[in-house]
């Protein structure tokens, strides 16, 4: 399994500023995967981000929003940018683990979670 | 694009009793696997069972077992014997190679001492 650490674990922001959210697996990983859950909802995904290649986005979510870097196979950022009280949420970062089975096994983060004044 | 839907938002139970969670989901897909996964408080998502769709037997992990309906589409998890720390929000999940992973939107499970 792998074990994936986010930073910040909190913040509290003002409207109009961006935060970026870190993501650091402890495992070479090829899918990493953003969610973003409002209060008390569920996750919905905001991107796929494949090392090397521009993150995809899901429908309602981009890339002018929500700018993803993935510089190599173990780390990944999220920035939340001009942001809005709306913007209030936990993120998440996930990881897929491709052994090689019959399907992939996701892990999570333990969420980043952002107040926007 | 496949569908998943918990049609409980809140229960709650005494500890010690048994409590089921329902989940039921829709999907053309003939391969696919279905998961439990829990959100305590503390935010970290826990895989709490696996189910694979092409497996009759229900899945089961110690005091956590699932009732799987293929043909009627529903996956419901069966929590026995409930403990004050099983307090979280449980979502049901659908993955499929072609989507990835479809959530819920979830049950938040309360157990009363």
């Known amino acids: 399994s792998a074990v994936i650490s986010q930073k910040p674990s909190r913040d509290i922001c003002q409207r109009g500023t961006s935060l970026t959210i870190q993501c650091q697996v402890d495992?070479?990983?090829?899918?990493m995967f953003w969610y973003r859950q409002q209060p008390g909802q569920s996750l919905t995904l905001i991107a796929t981000?494949?090392?090397?290649?521009?993150?995809?986005?899901e429908s309602g979510f981009v890339i002018d929003k929500f700018p993803i870097s993935r510089p190599n196979l173990t780390f990944s950022t999220l920035t939340v940018s001009n942001m809005s009280p709306e913007d209030s949420s936990i993120y998440l970062c996930s990881v897929e683990d491709d052994w090689g089975g019959p399907y992939n096994e996701q892990f999570f983060g333990p969420g980043t979670r952002l107040t926007v004044l | 694009a496949q569908t998943v839907t918990q049609s409980q938002p809140e229960m709650s139970v005494q500890e010690a009793e048994t409590v089921t969670l329902s989940c039921t989901y829709d999907t053309s897909e003939s391969n696919y696997y279905l998961f439990w996964y829990k959100q305590p408080p503390s935010r970290q998502m826990i895989l709490v069972i696996r189910?694979?769709?092409?497996?009759?037997q229900n899945a089961t992990e110690n005091r956590f077992s699932v009732n799987f309906q293929k043909a009627a589409k529903s996956f419901s998890l069966k929590i026995s014997d409930s403990q004050l720390g099983d307090t979280a929000m449980y979502f049901c999940?659908?993955?499929?190679?072609?989507?990835?992973?479809?959530f819920g939107k979830g049950t938040h499970l309360i157990i009363q001492p």
């Open positions: 981000a494949n090392q090397g290649s521009e993150a995809t986005y």
């Open positions: 999940a659908f993955w499929c190679r072609a989507d990835g992973l479809t």
């Open positions: 189910q694979e769709a092409y497996k009759q």
């Open positions: 495992s070479q990983v090829t899918m």
